[in-house]
C-alpha cells in the first residue's frame, strides 16, 4: 500500500502548482483522499479532502478561494491545484488516505514561494 506525491517545486509569490498523489495497492476509490501540509515549527494541517465519489469536500478556510482538490479513481490519482501561492502556502504537502481506522500517509512533496 502507497502514496506517491508529486508536482511540488519553487514559485514566486502568485505562481500555481498542481499536485498529485497516486496510490497503490488500495482500493482507491472507497478512501477519503486528503491533503496536508506542514511547514517547518508547525503542526501538520488539513489542506483539503475529499470523500467518496467526491460527494463532500473540504477546504482550510486561508486556501478555500485558491485550492481546488480533485479525484480520478479511474487513475487512483487526487489532484490539488493551488493558485495565487503566497509565501506562507511554503509547507511540505502530504496526501492521506483514510477509511474507518485506516489511513495511509504518503511521503510528501516540498512547496516553496518566494515572495
Known amino acids: 500500500v502507497q502514496l506517491v506525491e508529486s508536482g511540488g517545486g519553487s514559485v514566486q509569490s502568485g505562481g500555481s502548482l498542481r499536485l498529485s498523489c497516486v496510490g497503490s495497492?488500495?482500493?482507491?476509490?472507497?478512501?477519503?483522499m486528503s491533503w496536508h501540509r506542514q511547514a517547518p515549527g508547525k503542526e501538520r494541517e488539513l489542506v483539503a479532502n475529499i470523500s467518496e465519489a467526491a460527494a463532500r469536500i473540504n477546504y482550510l478556510d486561508s486556501l478555500k478561494d485558491r485550492a481546488t482538490i480533485s479525484r480520478n479513481d479511474a487513475k487512483k490519482t487526487i489532484y490539488l491545484q493551488l493558485n495565487s501561492l503566497k509565501p506562507e502556502d511554503t509547507a511540505m504537502y502530504y496526501c492521506?488516505?483514510?477509511?474507518?481506522?485506516?489511513?495511509?500517509w504518503g511521503q510528501g512533496t516540498q512547496v516553496t514561494v518566494s515572495s
Open positions: 495497492g488500495l482500493a482507491f476509490s472507497m478512501y477519503t
Open positions: 492521506n488516505a483514510k477509511r474507518r481506522s485506516e489511513s495511509i
